[in-house]
């Protein structure tokens, strides 16, 4: 019998702030995949995005008080550490040098980011340092560019634990009970002086609070 090879899993975001959504969403793909580890990964300069509410400090300190405690959850705190934009396939690329070739790496993406795939920096290099699983979200159905769609589907496995059995290269999609919180809607909470509890956990509230963040839409 062969040893099984580790798993690490990257959820990658700009988590701004980080909420039960991510949170659960988390804890529930590193299950079904049986992953040893899952990675929180907050996006500096998010290329494809406005500038975030919260400084890049503030948003990583707010995901590790979030996972404190919580085993299995890791934050990775690599793009933070780049001064340029923060492309995806870069991380992958430092990850896959720093873990070794046989332990499995899985890339986990939203379906409304699948959706805008086609505009990420060499897109196509993603499957060789990972694997690629899209979290299919309730307002965002499983669509891609042609280009993507025809990529992916070349590489697409049926089931998500056939992920494990390589270390990259392979496709999937997975539907998830998600709970229907968004970072947009607590921030325009916050923005209205209306209550987040219950949102997010409660030490990021404290941080939200204490720093003033998000007062103004
Ligand atoms: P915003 O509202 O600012 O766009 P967001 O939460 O949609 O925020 P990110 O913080 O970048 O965006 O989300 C990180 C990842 O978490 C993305 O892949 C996104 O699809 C996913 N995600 C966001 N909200 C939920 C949720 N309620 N349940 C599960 N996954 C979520």
């Known amino acids: 019998m062969t040893t099984p090879h580790r798993h690490i899993v990257v959820f990658g975001g700009t988590f701004d702030p980080i909420h039960h959504g991510h949170l659960r969403s988390a804890i529930e793909l590193k299950e079904l995949l049986g992953a040893d580890e899952l990675r ?3 996006s500096h300069r998010p290329p494809l995005r406005g500038e975030p509410g919260a400084s890049s400090q503030q948003r990583l300190t707010m995901v590790q008080a979030a996972v404190e405690g919580e085993p299995g959850l890791r934050v990775d705190d690599r793009e933070l550490g780049r001064d340029a934009a923060s492309y995806t396939v870069e991380s992958l690329r430092d990850l896959r040098a720093e873990l070794g070739e046989s332990v499995t790496l899985t890339m986990v993406v939203g379906s409304d980011a699948y959706a805008r795939l086609q505009h990420w920096q060499q897109w196509s290099s993603l499957l060789d340092y990972a694997h690629l699983l899209v979290l299919e979200r309730a307002d965002y159905p499983l ?3 042609p280009e993507v769609a025809m990529a992916m589907n070349a590489r697409r496995v049926s089931h998500v ?3 494990a059995s390589e270390p990259a290269g392979k496709f999937a999609s997975v539907r998830l009970r998600q709970l229907p919180i968004s970072a947009t809607d607590i921030r325009e909470r ?4 209306r209550s987040i509890r219950y949102l ?3 030490v990021v509230a404290a941080h939200i609070a204490r ?5 103004t839409k």
Request: hydrophobic fraction near 50%; glycine fraction near 10%.
């Open 161 to 163: 634990a056939d992920l």
């Open 190 to 193: 916050v923005a209205s002086g």
């Open 143 to 145: 669509e891609a560019a």
């Open 211 to 215: 720093w003033g963040l998000y007062q």
């Open 200 to 202: 997010l956990p409660d």
């Open 40 to 42: 929180l990964m907050p």
